[in-house]
């Protein structure tokens, strides 16, 4: 294609050259050249990384070909050894080059991974698409300081899963494309014996190196509590926690293409024509552990299956049988514990039943079926045959293929004309799914061409092409959602389409409605445990086949009556197979000890610092108004710990006149002083409570105390929660600085708006790990909320939350009088975090059908084994993500299913189970696994391995990987397609916004460069990205803009009697805003309202309550009730989208001289700014790397 010439010309809409346009200093610099990669002797040696989510390095123990750790070796698992101790190996891995190689980019490409400029072979001259000339918009200087976030692209953690996807050599070729970095995968198919040991919650993972089938970088290189790579067989052992933790991750040196052994340039990974050497079978000859292990963690790649991720904490038994044997091994399995502190009984791995047995032969085909019909053999007779079945019950032929209907956004304004269409329709006519009419999902949208992309109202989830039945049996994609709607049928398929297999899950989410099952039986499959559900087969009255591993199973006599109609013989119209979402009331069978108490212990810094924030006036005053709605039941306890240089407890046993204060100031050997009157019975000490609370801000009014223990008094903390478990929620306001876990300030000021290199996104300790992974073990979780006016090393106080599955809140530049927004922000926070329902001592499975591998989570928790997380707390609001590849062929089924289990224990003392099931439709064409792609779910499971990429490797790394996974998916898509000329961008219309969120997660917090942004607002985001359900997220990656100034009652709803306008979706560019207009901005966590110099006088009065511009307020976050037509719709209107979500946003109204219009203008994502791209030169640069 060549350089582009200077002069570019840009389709309407797109602006025109503003004059005197000049090109920033440096901003186009080739980029230099990379030095060449040491030799494939250094490439995959485990050295000491002090890293965020790196793993101990003495729990890292690898073995070779088919052997499986003795008991002798397993007694050595935890020794504290350094990591060639530890299984690492030396010896040069042949036939596979450093999947680092695919990190960097070669000196002839035009975009530089770290100064993230385009180089002089794009035009120059590229208008901002957000600043045009017309006068009555809102116009900015185009060569100024930067006002929006900065931007440089990331590196992704090495070891993922992500990699094929962006490069897999079976891509036919679409010119001569660079070598780049990606979330790299592979598709070896060798054999996977390797077992990986690594204890519950020093999880870990490992870099993956691909065979000679495929070379590229992989997502997730370090794991520990928020992302684990797991398997489906479970392997037991101890953890010494009183070992000292050293962190270890594998770096793998950068590699240019063509630099190395031969075999670094038979395995290019980027190179587009498929070469004969990519599709030779890897080598049988043992593999070096380094190899071993990699190959298992790839994106759409083969996954290990058979590396665990720990033993429980407390003990894990093997998978059960029977469901008699698990309630045998739940008495029997009880005994060890992670700590001194006394053990909790809470082996539930044995309680909620295992995966796949590895010690059974379970069949892979489905077991036949005796069936009066004689179904089609094209597809397996569970799903399709069930809704529509007969009393007889026999298998019914699978209907025929539905169209799937419309899953996509709502087709904008084109530009081209129709021609263009029906060309690229023909020519990409092998695409069609197999039906004569194309799919909406599949029409080619030319991203150049047409801006209008936007659909006018929030992008909905895409709709799995099921038939009706199905579809309206399904679990609904708030609570359960993949990012591939159709499944590809092979790993092959999959490697081609270049796109991520994952689930994203919100599996405690509210619900209006949930059907709660209190039968005495909890029907499951008796090999794989699967609880039945809609997507099951009824053979005959008394036989059901499971969905996921095909076995038949008897129908319970119990079963057989149905309590909602008060029938017998009718199990298919029970609840549990007529809803896709459930809850079971758990019998004793699932408990090891009686259910606990809701118990809530408050731990809050009362240093000087604290007190002038002055945040425990709202904590206690939210705690006073909210005491009587704390979840739980006449057994809820309550504790308040205070601390400074020294940590105070608080007697407040039931007789007592008042609180009486207990000070221990030895913080190096901290003790319990009265450990029977510090958790009190809320109902029967409430008096004594509420007296502490009012009390409570005013007795460190005048302290002087300026240090900070917080190491110390979280030891008191677990010491006073261990018995029982419960919550410990934390408020901190600066950087701990005495005792144990004491911390030092790391960060650079001045190396804030870096390009380059961002540092310390790992933690500095493992205090606060180890301690985290304590609490875990005795069922208790630490929710942090850090209230700070300077660094606190948020990257390292982060894993008391992370690792025992809590959660974190941040509010930077905390005051309560100074800064009232954030004061708000807290009130209501705390008033939902108070209230909200929330599940102790829980565990969660995720199970598939046999022939997909889960391979990765991500979120807040503690991996127990294989498949099972345990959640100490589990709360409405978290979100986790799961990657998976396809490990054997699913030509012989039409459906797969996924099914998550949730057992916990509600505040009313209630063991309950709660599961979620999933039924997608299997494809064997590329066009229809696009056609199926859910845009935003691949976006959402990107942020999270992006995440562990920036913390495993670089930030620069995970940047580069997601722009190269939209290159390499696009790039797949349109090499499938015939006479497409260079100079168009084509992508379906399922996968049109996909360069566009991309672009937005570029520009966040977490992952941008070049703008200053502190290393606590840095680390907290990307926390967010790494626990927050994909709703939320969607929200802070990509905001949603409204003009409200000229809401009507045209286009409304009607929402319990109220009339909500419904204004269109704009564009997150300044050249939509205009000085006559008002516009509000969702974030999720917060609104903008910007109003324009020029706005309506009528409105700003009717709306904000002020005569004019000049008169509102720079700090107004409140809007009056004034009784007119456009006050009733803009209340109306923010109202309804605040009742959409749990966390109430603040409002907050910006105007011009407003410093706040700073974060407002960051999140207009489509325009430029000295150090970042705007979306039109974002797909220049994409289109280029294409072409290349």
Known sequence: ??????????????????????????????????????????????????????????????????????????????????????????????????????????????????????????????????????????????????????????HVAAGGVYGQTFTSQSLPAVGQFKETNAFSSQSASGPHSLQQHVPVGYNTTLSAVSSAQSVQDNLSRNLT?????????????????SQPVHSVSQNVPFTKPGVGTSASSAVMSSVRSPAPSLSSKPPSSPQSPELALQEGMQYGGYVNNQ???????????????????????????????????????????????????????????????????????????????????????????????????????????????????????????????????????????????????????????????????????NCSPDSFRCTLTNIPQTQALLNKAKLPLGLLLHPFRDLTQLPVITSSTIVRCRSCRTYINPFVSFIDQRRWKCNLCYRVNDVPEEFMYNPLTRSYGEPHKRPEVQNSTVEFIASSDYMLRPPQPAVYLFVLDVSHNAVEAGYLTIVCQSLLENLDKLPGDSRTRIGFITFDSTVQFYNLQEGLSQPQMLIVS??????????????????????????????????????????????????????????????????????????????????????RSSTKVVQHLGPATDF?????????????????????????????????????????????????????????KLQKDLK?????????????????????????????????????????????????????????????????????????????GERRIRVHTLCLPVVSSLSDVYAGADVQAVVCLLANMAVDRSVSSSLADARDALVNAVVDSLAAYMSTASNLQQSMLIAPNSLKLFPLYILALLKQKAFRTGTSTRLDDRVYAMCQMKSQPLVHLMKMIHPNLYRIDKLTDESTIHVNDRVVPQPPLQKLSAEKLTREGAFLMDCGSIFYLWIGKNCDNNFIKDVLGYPNYASVPQKMTQLPEVDAPSSERTRSFISWLRDSRPLSPVLQVIKDENPAKTDFFQHLIEDRTEAAFSYYEFLLNIQQQICK
Do not use: W
């Open 307 to 473: 590396a665990s991720s720990a033993p429980a904490p407390l003990s894990s038994s093997s998978d059960d049988e029977e469901e008699d044997e698990e309630d045998e091994e739940a008495a029997l399995d009880s005994s060890s514990t992670t700590s001194s502190a006394s053990p909790v009984l809470n082996n539930y791995d044995a309680l909620e039943g295992g995966g796949y047995p590895e010690t059974r032969s379970v069949t892979s085909s489905p077991v036949p079926a005796p069936s009066v019909l004689q179904a089609s053999k094209a597809s397996k007779p569970f799903g399709y045959g069930y809704p529509a079945l007969q009393p007889g019950y026999q298998n019914a032929t699978p209907p025929t293929p539905v169209q799937p209907s419309n899953p996509g956004h709502h087709p904008g304004f084109q530009h081209y004309p129709q021609a263009c269409v029906n060309q690229l329709s023909s020519s990409l006519g092998g695409l069609s799914l197999q039906h004569s009419q194309q799919p909406e999902s599949l029409r080619p949208v030319n991203l150049t061409h047409d801006r209008n992309i936007l659909p006018v109202s929030s992008v909905p989830a895409p709709v799995p092409n099921l038939n009706s039945d199905l579809r309206k049996l």
């Open 768 to 824: 606060y790990k180890k301690l985290a992974l304590d609490c875990s073990g005795q069922q208790t979780a630490v929710d942090l909320f850090l209230l700070s006016s300077q660094y606190s090393d948020l990257a390292s106080l982060a894993c008391m939350s992370k690792y025992s599955a809590g959660c974190i809140y941040y509010y930077p530049s905390f005051h309560r009088s100074h800064n009232p927004a954030q004061a708000e």
């Open 666 to 751: 030895d913080i190096d050997d901290i003790f319990l002083p009265t450990p029977d009157s510090l958790l009190v019975n809320l109902h029967e000490s409430k008096e004594l409570i509420k007296d502490l609370l009012n009390a409570l801000p005013n007795m460190f009014t005048n302290t002087r105390e300026t240090h900070s223990a917080l190491g110390p008094a979280l030891q008191a903390a677990f010491k006073l929660m261990s018995p029982t478990g419960g919550r410990i929620s934390v408020f901190q306001t600066q950087l701990p600085s005495l005792g144990a876990g004491l911390l030092h300030s790391r960060e650079d000021p001045n190396q």
């Open 225 to 241: 509590g928020s992302v684990a790579k797991v398997n489906n067989q479970i392997n037991t052992g101890g953890v010494d926690s």
């Open 832 to 908: 939902r975090y108070l209230t909200r329902k929330i599940g102790f001592e829980a565990v969660m499975r995720i199970r598939c059908t046999k022939g997909l591998s889960i391979h990765t989570f991500h979120g807040n928790f503690f991996v127990r084994s294989t498949d099972l997380l345990s959640l100490a707390n589990v709360n409405p609001d978290a979100g986790f993500a799961v990657q998976m590849s396809i490990e054997e062929s699913l030509t012989d089924t039409s459906l797969v299913c996924f099914q998550t289990a949730l057992l916990y224990t509600s505040s009313k």
């Open 1 to 154: 294609s060549g350089p582009m010439q200077s002069q570019t010309q840009f389709p309407s809409g797109y602006g025109s050259h503003l004059p005197n346009y000049s090109t920033p200093s440096g901003h186009y610099s080739q980029v230099p050249n990379k030095a060449a990669a040491s030799h494939l002797d250094n490439q995959y040696r485990a050295s000491y990384y002090p890293g965020y989510y790196s793993a101990p390095a003495q729990n890292v123990m690898t073995s070779v070909g088919s052997n499986v750790l003795n008991a002798q070796e397993s007694q050595q698992l935890y020794n504290n050894i350094p990591p060639h101790s530890g299984g690492s190996s030396n010896r040069p891995v042949q036939g596979a080059v450093s999947s680092a190689s695919y990190l960097h980019m070669n000196a002839q490409q035009s975009f530089s991974a770290f100064d993230n400029h385009y180089s002089t072979s794009v035009s120059s001259s590229v208008a901002s698409q957000g600043f045009p000339l017309n006068s009555d918009h809102y116009a900015m200087p185009v060569v100024s300081g930067a006002m929006y976030p900065n931007v440089s692209y990331p």
